[in-house]
């Protein structure tokens, strides 16, 4: 007895419903096909669909399907034509899409549909599918079901239009506003004047050609989401850029980039050898990519004001943001359209935003930059996904990504070197400048009447004691640098000597109690054995401090709790502030006070003000109540409040105005910059330089415990915590 397979009418959801994870990409299935059948434009309707019951139609000028296309080919589940011919018929343009099964997710999408189609092979006449997916239920088979094709006469242009009807699922704003952008990314976006126009409306009927060069293909869609996005994207800022990369992929895998500036100006050019460079900057190249050839553009900009007063640019940021919010990030194009989801909203499929967490004035992230991987693919090496998610991760589609990464790579050294090359020396230069400049000012001030030439002489000489000032304060910050730097590479070493050092002392105990009775060893031994292996285990925790306070993560710009920071700062600082005497008391308010801020600016409050209270402490003896230093935070509608007193002996011997300003503090054996740089972190928390005058940081010379008191207002944010460990 023979016997064959059969499919129960489950297996019509499974491949349907279940398939497709958003009603807006079964839309898009549909459109991709009207794209293999040549078509030239695609329409998009939605009638009553913000609710389920819905209707959506979609129309195309392509070549139709003759009856027996429908049978072969359109009702054949699970076997495209594409499998026989990966080129279209008019345009020869690549064949999107493999498996066949996308067309059944769409359809699934209502539980009526309706196509008609005009072939382009029998002009006048047209043919009409019905099905409803309800006359499967009652069936053991989904081929017990029969389906009728039938024909009659038309007057209308070859194409096709398929109605599905009684939607499943309503298409919310969001939906739409989705399926919107998918639409208008499609193809267009990219070209010298963005999306193509519709072809839809002109008279003339192609298909009585030949081969014809392709004209394009364009969607619309009728929908106010659609036309709202529509004339975001159409404006087209690409000449908005501050750079400009462009990387190619050859027939061999060999990589190669430009990099060019907003003047159009070549910055560097590399091939395989620079271009491939492992991520890490280490290790040789691969001799080539397994991926197909491929082209990446990828347009980086500045969003800031100056950038476009720089440029002379007659756009205005806002506009050209709000289109980078809207187009924002690199699209993957294979054979002419986009594929989702590579680009969408959440989608950084290169790791743009990660890269420039760890380098962020050098790097691109997805809502600066707007780019394309555009890729043919002749060889069928990229797999989509039978969810249609994008392509299967194999060896070629994993290679094209790490191209397109280490392209960006390589543009971001370019421009580290390029801007550590313009800042080097640069000082030097404008000194120089400066000099010359200010030689031929003064000649030109002592031709002036002396009543003119008094103000003016006593400008710039106002100037050069600030510009003196400032060249103090640079080199103090370099060496401060070098310090740091210094501390935190030796601090690496120090924790295994220290490491040592205490395992050592341990020994040292264990045979000294062997050897020594217990009135001997506690008469002789045990105290400075104690001191000694508390001093070894000091060292080990303070080797640990500047390489815990420097952790790159910390300077990623977050939204910080200051009582969470505080925490971990008391615990960090906890231990030397018991071997000085100091009585570190926390106070914290219950609430979250959160900020928005980097975990190490808000650490550098704490620790400048808590080491300026230390260093008060030094020569003051004991003190009645102790030497106490106590933080304390509380939270007022918008603001979070920080207050830091101590029991020291006040504020004496300087103004309190003076005490901000660097170099002015009161002990000299300090840099005079602590309190300088709590000054600069709350003005760039609060936006703005007058801190002191509207009162968003204080210092009273005798607060609560009698000594100097701080008191920082800043502005509180409502956002989530986000946390990094790195």
Same mark, same amino acid.
């Given at each position: 007895?023979?016997?064959?397979?059969?499919?129960?009418?489950?297996?019509?959801?499974?491949?349907?419903?279940?398939?497709?994870?958003?009603?807006?990409?079964?839309?898009?299935?549909?459109?991709?096909?009207?794209?293999?059948?040549?078509? @030239?434009?695609?329409?998009?309707?939605?009638?009553?669909?913000?609710?389920?019951?819905?209707?959506?139609?979609?129309?195309?000028?392509?070549?139709?399907? @003759?009856?027996?296309?429908?049978?072969?080919?359109?009702?054949?589940?699970?076997?495209?034509?594409?499998?026989?011919?990966?080129?279209?018929?008019?345009?020869?343009?690549?064949?999107?899409?493999?498996?066949?099964?996308?067309?059944?997710?769409?359809?699934?999408?209502?539980?009526?549909?309706?196509?008609?189609?005009?072939?382009?092979?029998?002009?006048?006449?047209?043919?009409?599918?019905?099905?409803?997916?309800?006359?499967?239920?009652?069936?053991?088979?989904?081929?017990?079901?029969?389906?009728?094709?039938?024909?009659?006469?038309?007057?209308?242009?070859?194409?096709?239009?398929?109605?599905?009807?009684?939607?499943?699922?309503?298409?919310?704003?969001?939906?739409?506003?989705?399926?919107?952008?998918?639409?208008?990314?499609?193809?267009?976006?990219?070209?010298?004047?963005?999306?193509?126009?519709?072809?839809?409306?002109?008279?003339?009927?192609? /298909?009585?050609?030949?081969?014809?060069?392709?004209?394009?293909?364009?969607?619309?869609?009728?929908?106010?989401?659609?036309?709202?996005?529509?004339?975001?994207?159409?404006?087209?800022?690409?000449?908005?850029?501050?750079?400009?990369?462009?990387?190619?992929?050859?027939?061999?895998?060999?990589?190669?980039?430009?990099?060019?500036?907003?003047?159009?100006?070549?910055?560097?050019?590399?091939?395989?050898?620079?271009?491939?460079?492992?991520?890490?900057?280490?290790? @040789?190249?691969?001799?080539?990519?397994?991926?197909?050839?491929?082209?990446?553009?990828? /347009?980086?900009?500045?969003?800031?004001?100056?950038?476009?007063?720089?440029?002379?640019?007659?756009?205005?940021?806002?506009?050209?943001?709000?289109?980078?919010?809207?187009?924002?990030?690199?699209?993957?194009?294979?054979?002419?359209?986009?594929?989702?989801?590579?680009?969408?909203?959440?989608?950084?499929?290169?790791?743009?935003?990660?890269?420039?967490?760890?380098?962020?004035?050098?790097?691109?992230?997805?809502?600066?930059?707007?780019?394309?991987?555009?890729?043919?693919?002749?060889?069928?090496?990229?797999?989509?996904?039978?969810?249609?998610?994008?392509?299967?991760?194999?060896? &070629?589609?994993?290679?094209?990504?790490?191209?397109?990464?280490?392209?960006?790579?390589?543009?971001?050294?370019?421009?580290?070197?390029?801007?550590?090359?313009?800042?080097?020396?640069?000082?030097?230069?404008?000194?120089?400048?400066?000099?010359?400049?200010?030689?031929?000012?003064?000649?030109?001030?002592?031709?002036?009447?002396?009543?003119?030439?008094?103000?003016?002489?006593?400008?710039?000489?106002?100037?050069?004691?600030?510009?003196?000032?400032?060249?103090?304060?640079?080199?103090?910050?370099?060496?401060?640098?070098?310090?740091? !730097?210094?501390?935190?590479?030796?601090?690496?070493?120090?924790?295994?000597?220290?490491?040592?050092?205490?395992?050592?002392?341990?020994?040292?105990?264990?045979?000294?109690?062997?050897?020594?009775?217990?009135? &001997?060893?506690?008469?002789?031994?045990?105290?400075?054995?104690?001191?000694?292996?508390?001093?070894?285990?000091?060292?080990?925790?303070?080797?640990?401090?500047?390489?815990?306070?420097?952790?790159?993560?910390?300077?990623?710009?977050?939204?910080?709790?200051?009582?969470?920071?505080?925490?971990?700062?008391?615990?960090?600082?906890?231990?030397?502030?018991?071997?000085?005497?100091?009585?570190?008391?926390?106070?914290?308010?219950?609430?979250?006070? @959160?900020?928005?801020?980097?975990?190490?600016?808000?650490?550098?409050?704490?620790?400048?003000?808590?080491?300026?209270?230390?260093?008060?402490?030094?020569?003051?003896?004991?003190?009645?109540?102790?030497?106490?230093?106590?933080?304390?935070?509380?939270?007022?509608?918008?603001?979070?409040? !920080?207050?830091?007193?101590?029991?020291?002996?006040?504020?004496?011997?300087?103004?309190?105005?003076?005490? /901000?300003?660097?170099?002015?503090?009161?002990?000299?054996?300090?840099?005079?910059?602590?309190?300088?740089?709590?000054?600069?972190?709350?003005?760039?928390?609060?936006?703005?330089?007058?801190?002191?005058?509207?009162?968003?940081?204080?210092?009273?010379?005798?607060?609560?415990?009698?000594?100097?008191?701080?008191? !920082?207002?800043?502005?509180?944010?409502?956002?989530?915590?986000?946390?990094?460990?790195?």
């Amino acid at each position: 007895m023979s016997v064959h397979l059969r499919f129960a009418p489950e297996i019509l959801a499974r491949l349907g419903e279940e398939l497709i994870p958003h009603p807006d990409l079964g839309v898009m299935e549909l459109v991709r096909n009207s794209y293999d059948a040549d078509a @030239t434009w695609c329409e998009v309707t939605l009638v009553n669909a913000k609710r389920a019951g819905g209707t959506l139609v979609v129309s195309d000028d392509g070549h139709g399907m @003759t009856p027996e296309e429908i049978a072969g080919g359109f009702l054949h589940i699970g076997r495209s034509s594409k499998t026989e011919s990966h080129t279209t018929q008019h345009y020869s343009r690549r064949k999107v899409g493999e498996k066949g099964l996308g067309r059944l997710a769409s359809l699934r999408l209502g539980r009526e549909i309706e196509v008609v189609t005009r072939p382009s092979a029998t002009p006048g006449i047209a043919h009409r599918l019905t099905i409803d997916w309800a006359a499967y239920d009652n069936v053991d088979s989904v081929d017990e079901v029969q389906l009728e094709v039938k024909t009659f006469v038309t007057s209308e242009a070859p194409g096709t239009t398929v109605i599905i009807k009684r939607l499943r699922e309503s298409f919310e704003s969001d939906g739409v506003r989705r399926l919107a952008r998918s639409l208008l990314l499609l193809s267009g976006v990219f070209s010298a004047h963005g999306p193509m126009q519709s072809s839809k409306r002109r008279n003339v009927t192609r /298909w009585e050609l030949d081969k014809e060069p392709d004209p394009g293909f364009s969607v619309t869609m009728d929908a106010p989401e659609y036309e709202t996005l529509a004339r975001a994207v159409s404006q087209g800022y690409f000449d908005e850029y501050e750079f400009k990369l462009t990387a190619v992929l050859d027939e061999e895998g060999r990589a190669s980039a430009t990099l060019v500036d907003w003047r159009g100006v070549v910055i560097a050019t590399g091939d395989h050898s620079d271009v491939a460079t492992p991520r890490s900057g280490k290790g @040789t190249p691969p001799v080539a990519f397994s991926a197909p050839p491929s082209k990446f553009e990828l /347009w980086m900009f500045l969003r800031d004001v100056e950038s476009f007063k720089r440029r002379n640019s007659s756009r205005k940021l806002p506009e050209v943001a709000q289109w980078l919010d809207v187009v924002g990030g690199v699209h993957l194009f294979h054979r002419g359209l986009r594929t989702h989801p590579y680009g969408d909203p959440g989608h950084d499929w290169l790791d743009l935003n990660l890269g420039r967490n760890r380098d962020p004035q050098q790097r691109p992230s997805t809502n600066n930059s707007v780019g394309r991987v555009a890729v043919e693919d002749p060889d069928n090496k990229l797999v989509p996904k039978t969810d249609r998610m994008g392509f299967q991760e194999n060896l &070629a589609f994993s290679d094209l990504r790490d191209f397109a990464q280490r392209a960006v790579d390589w543009s971001a050294r370019v421009r580290k070197s390029k801007w550590e090359d313009d800042r080097t020396g640069d000082a030097a230069v404008v000194r120089k400048e400066r000099k010359n400049d200010r030689s031929e000012a003064e000649k030109v001030i002592r031709s002036l009447p002396a009543s003119v030439a008094a103000p003016l002489r006593k400008a710039f000489e106002t100037n050069d004691r600030l510009i003196a000032a400032l060249e103090r304060d640079r080199l103090l910050y370099r060496a401060l640098a070098t310090v740091g !730097i210094s501390t935190a590479v030796f601090a690496h070493e120090s924790l295994n000597t220290a490491g040592g050092l205490g395992a050592d002392l341990e020994l040292l105990e264990h045979y000294a109690q062997l050897l020594l009775d217990e009135t &001997a060893f506690a008469e002789n031994i045990e105290e400075p054995l104690d001191r000694a292996q508390r001093s070894a285990a000091s060292i080990h925790s303070f080797a640990k401090l500047p390489l815990r306070m420097l952790r790159r993560g910390k300077r990623k710009l977050v939204t910080v709790d200051v009582n969470e920071v505080c925490v971990d700062f008391a615990e960090m600082f906890g231990g030397y502030l018991k071997d000085w005497q100091i009585d570190l008391q926390v106070d914290l308010c219950p609430e979250p006070a @959160t900020v928005r801020s980097t975990v190490a600016d808000i650490e550098s409050l704490y620790a400048n003000l808590v080491i300026n209270a230390a260093r008060a402490f030094g020569g003051t003896g004991d003190l009645p109540g102790g030497r106490v230093v106590r933080i304390r935070t509380a939270v007022t509608g918008e603001v979070v409040r !920080i207050d830091v007193a101590d029991s020291g002996p006040g504020i004496s011997g300087i103004e309190i105005d003076k005490i /901000w300003e660097p170099g002015e503090g009161s002990d000299e054996d300090g840099t005079g910059l602590g309190l300088t740089i709590v000054k600069d972190i709350v003005a760039d928390l609060h936006g703005k330089k007058r801190v002191l005058a509207d009162g968003h940081l204080a210092a009273i010379a005798h607060g609560e415990l009698g000594g100097a008191q701080f008191t !920082i207002n800043l502005p509180r944010h409502m956002q989530q915590i986000e946390r990094d460990d790195a």
